[in-house]
């Protein structure tokens, strides 16, 4: 070998452990780029860009049809400039990325991923951290987001965060299968028609579901706990709420399982609304108010209040189990004319042949004076309660079942054996100090 050729030959053999992995790859056989926009920008239309483990430098922009999918662990990091990622084209898809630190000042509603003005588009197995909006989706159709996991800023206040998934002016979306926390509502819809909302975990937020100026919205079998709100039902029509466990949204302003207001042609069925401060709001609906309201088939347990009225209310109640709520009934209404039928209910105290009228004169001084709810469980409150039939207080009637059910219409009434060893274990942390106290009066 001639000399030049051996030592540029030396020189290229200790060059080699410079250089740098390529941050993006294309399929094995297609060339290696550091830079992802590059990669982007260069790519054939409808390609499939498959993209190697590492961190990218946001924001990038996906202009052009194409899949792009992560290779194990990568991450965009949108370095807090504004969106991280915006795909303004059709016929994308984006699949496997962690996408983090948009800008983080929520009045300028910055995404983590944003679709603008496109079609057919799916975001799936996506993981979002520091983002204000963690999926916005703006004036686009057929678009389907699903399982991932959405967060937005964890130790802020429900009102610095952005959304989980936020819609605006969209049709036909699919929220499908996704773990949404600590957002500030976990599914918004604004202005958007023909939405399916199926299969998601939202919790740690402010609302899980809100709707406003909507329609033909689709929610099922979402698992919605621990928000300040489940969801809201805000001017909006077409709506089918069906089988979603809807439990534990607490707070201090506002504490409620479902809330409908001004809203028409509503159906909530065979849901489990369990354990919030109100289980079911319902106000100034439907509206317009040749619409409907139906609620059928429900749990609604074990709640502070089980169902509400305000302002006005038209609504028919079928075939629903209100169990142990506090309040069951709770009128703060101008008029409502609900139906019910086919109830069962916890607490049949006051029966007229086959109705039941659901009235309580505690109750009534709770819906008139409603800061009396802080002695709600006091002592007091109990007392009242257990002799409020030898009152002569003339409670109003919130509500009268023409036909309530004898037995639960939803609830399984066959004891299980866990149920039974429940059963068994209360029978003897009631008798045992009964007994103990009779043994020690015949000493």
């Known amino acids: 070998m001639p000399r030049n050729g051996f030592v540029l030959f030396l020189a290229v053999l200790t060059s080699l452990p410079l250089i740098q992995p390529a941050l993006g790859a294309t399929h094995p056989e ?23 483990p590492g961190t990218y430098a946001g924001p990038i922009r996906v202009w052009k049809p194409l899949s792009l999918k992560a290779m194990g662990e990568v991450v965009i990091d949108g370095r807090g400039l504004g969106d991280v990622v915006v795909i303004a084209s059709d016929d994308v898809r984006f699949e496997g990325f962690k996408v983090v630190n948009s800008f983080p000042d929520v009045a300028f509603e910055p995404a983590g991923i944003k679709v603008v003005n496109s079609r057919n588009v799916t975001i799936a197995g996506v993981r979002t951290e520091r983002v204000i909006h963690s999926v916005y989706v703006v004036n686009s159709s057929r678009v389907t987001v699903m399982g991932s996991s959405l967060s937005s800023f964890p130790e802020r206040s429900v009102n610095d965060r952005g959304h989980g998934v936020y819609l605006w002016y969209s049709r036909d979306v699919e929220v499908v299968g996704n773990a949404i926390e600590f957002v500030k509502d976990g599914v918004y819809s604004d202005h958007s028609y023909g939405v399916l909302v199926r299969g998601n975990a939202i919790s740690r937020s402010r609302y899980g579901v809100h709707l406003m100026y909507s329609g033909k919205h689709v929610i099922e079998r979402n698992e919605v706990r621990r928000n300040l709100v489940g969801m809201a039902l805000m001017y909006s029509c077409g709506l089918e709420v069906r089988d979603n466990s809807v439990t534990e949204n607490r707070g201090l302003a506002v504490s409620e399982g479902i809330f409908v207001r001004e809203s028409c042609d509503v159906l909530i069925e065979v849901n489990r609304i369990v354990g919030n401060g109100v289980g079911l709001n319902v106000v ?151 007994a103990a106290i009779v043994a020690v009066r015949r000493r």
């Open 30 to 52: 297609t060339p290696q780029f550091s830079d992802l926009q590059a990669l982007i920008d260069s790519a054939e239309p409808y390609s499939t860009i498959w993209v190697a």
């Open 284 to 434: 100034n609906s439907p509206y317009p108010r040749e619409g409907s309201v139906v609620v059928r088939g429900n749990v609604i347990a074990f709640n502070n209040v089980g169902v509400r009225f305000e302002v006005w209310a038209s609504a028919t109640f079928e075939r629903n189990d209100l169990v142990e709520n506090a309040h069951q009934v709770s009128i703060l209404a101008v008029s409502t004319s609900a139906l019910w039928r086919g109830n069962f209910w916890s607490d049949r105290g006051l029966q007229i042949g086959e109705r039941h009228l659901v009235v309580s004169s505690i109750e009534d001084l709770l819906d008139r004076w409603p800061e009396l709810w802080a002695f709600a469980y006091g002592p007091g409150y109990v007392a009242l309660k257990m002799a409020r039939a030898l009152t002569e207080l003339r409670p109003s009637v919130k509500a009268i079942d023409e036909s309530p059910s004898r037995a639960p219409n939803v609830l399984n009434a066959v004891p299980t054996p866990r149920s039974t060893l429940w059963l068994l274990a209360s029978i003897a942390l009631t008798f045992s100090p009964l």
